[in-house]
């Protein structure tokens, strides 16, 4: 039976669960390998990256991901004619209420929720309001 290692490369780097791992040369000496997240609702814990020396990782310990502990939401953008209040900025259970400007019209719901780093629903949009003739 022939080992798969090259001579001088490093045995590979066991990979927790939605870690993603790209190397500049595979397992051989000298190859360069970085980590991510598999998606954004985990966070990389340990060093990105990682080098392969004479056999031997360059860290003793490997990355991992971590489920997304923040409870901040994202920025709401919003354009002129709309006003937005919230009630404890973007962090988590603060709800935001959006209200128009004279000669718009809310295009959506009036109040959104931060639950856990996202929103509850789309944040709404004003539309200059149709005059009746």
């Known amino acids: 039976m022939t080992s798969s290692i090259p001579v001088g490369g490093c045995s590979p780097v066991p990979l927790g ?13 000298g190859s360069e390998c970085t980590f991510s997240c598999s998606t954004s609702t985990f966070t990389l814990s340990g060093t990105p990256k990682l080098t392969c020396n004479d056999g031997l990782w360059s860290e ?4 991992y991901c971590t489920v997304q502990t923040s409870s901040v ?7 002129p004619a709309i006003q937005m209040s919230c009630t404890d900025d973007f962090n988590d259970n603060s709800i935001c209420s959006f209200t128009c400007a ?3 019209a ?5 109040t959104v929720t931060c639950l856990q780093a996202y929103w509850n629903q789309v944040a709404p949009e004003c539309l200059a309001a149709r005059k009746i003739t």
Do not use: A, F, M, R
């Not at 003793?60 to 990355?63: G, K, N």
């Open 17 to 29: 669960q939605n870690v993603e791992q790209s190397c500049t040369d595979g397992i051989s000496s």
């Open 60 to 63: 003793s310990s490997y990355p």
């Open 73 to 79: 939401c994202p920025s709401i953008t919003t354009g």
């Open 102 to 104: 004279d000669g718009y």
């Open 106 to 110: 809310l295009s959506g719901p009036d």
